[in-house]
């Protein structure tokens, strides 16, 4: 019976987890068995006690958790930087999100505006403060539609029979999703770059097939496949 390592992730690494799955089974012999979603929901499954050998959240989370003892330290490797971006389902004009102004149209004409967790979520949590910066709350809250995660939210926007909608979550989770494109990232002062990082359980029952997949998440064979997805190379 093979063996399986179990991922806790963000949202935001799906997709590269999921395009690379086949390549880690035909080298190591090992299933990946995932869970993703808003990073603050993943960390409660952790201290929830959810079985885990490998877990992708933010550089800083990862941090945290491993000044508590609950990533080993040294295990940690980045995989990239993520920006926020804004969707549209697939077909539908791109909006105008260059700076303060065009994002005020945009996000005031929406019909609906798809986002992940407004409290666990790293691009939910900066969504709605973007909206209060641009003056648009509380008049767009009753179109808010968030999800547990971007990836759901993105597919619930693809699945969504209705035109004017707009999204915004990590680039990663639109760029994976199927029926959604990316218009583009915010604007600064709006933008938002995440590091996104990999680490061993400190209770991982696969420590070893753990640093496997970690070292083929992060190398160099990867590196396109990451850019692609939108993780951007740390510098």
Not at 57 to 83: F, N, P, Q
Not at 183 to 193: D, H, N, Q
Not at 201 to 225: K, T, V
Request: charged share 20%; with cysteine; glycine share 12%.
């Amino acid at each position: 019976m093979s063996a399986t390592v179990r991922v806790l992730a963000g949202g935001a690494a799906k997709g590269l987890v999921g395009a690379l799955a086949a390549r880690f089974r035909d080298e190591s012999g090992a299933t990946i068995a995932g869970t993703f979603n808003a990073v603050g929901a993943i960390r409660e499954q952790l201290a929830g006690g959810a079985p885990c050998d490998v877990l992708i959240l933010t550089d800083s989370m990862l941090a945290e958790l491993a000044h508590e003892g609950r990533v080993d330290a040294g295990s940690i490797v980045a995989l990239g930087r993520v920006d926020t971006g804004v969707a549209v389902r697939s077909g539908e004009p791109h909006p105008a999100i260059g700076d303060a102004g065009a994002l005020h149209a945009t996000f005031g004409a929406a019909r609906g505006l798809y986002c992940p967790d407004p409290e666990r979520a790293t691009a939910g949590i900066h969504f709605v403060r973007v909206l209060r910066e641009l003056d648009l709350w509380p008049a767009v809250a009753p179109r808010l539609r968030p999800f547990a995660s971007g990836g759901i939210a993105m597919q619930a926007m693809a699945d969504a029979d209705e035109p004017g909608l707009v999204g915004c979550t990590q680039v990663t989770e639109i760029l994976y999703t199927t029926g959604v494109e990316l218009a583009g990232v915010l604007p600064p002062p709006y933008a938002l770059a995440t590091t996104y990082a990999a680490g061993v359980s400190a209770h991982a029952a696969e420590p070893d097939l753990a640093r496997r997949l970690i070292a083929l998440l992060a190398g160099a064979d990867a590196r396109a496949l990451r850019e692609a997805g939108g993780l951007r190379a740390v510098t």
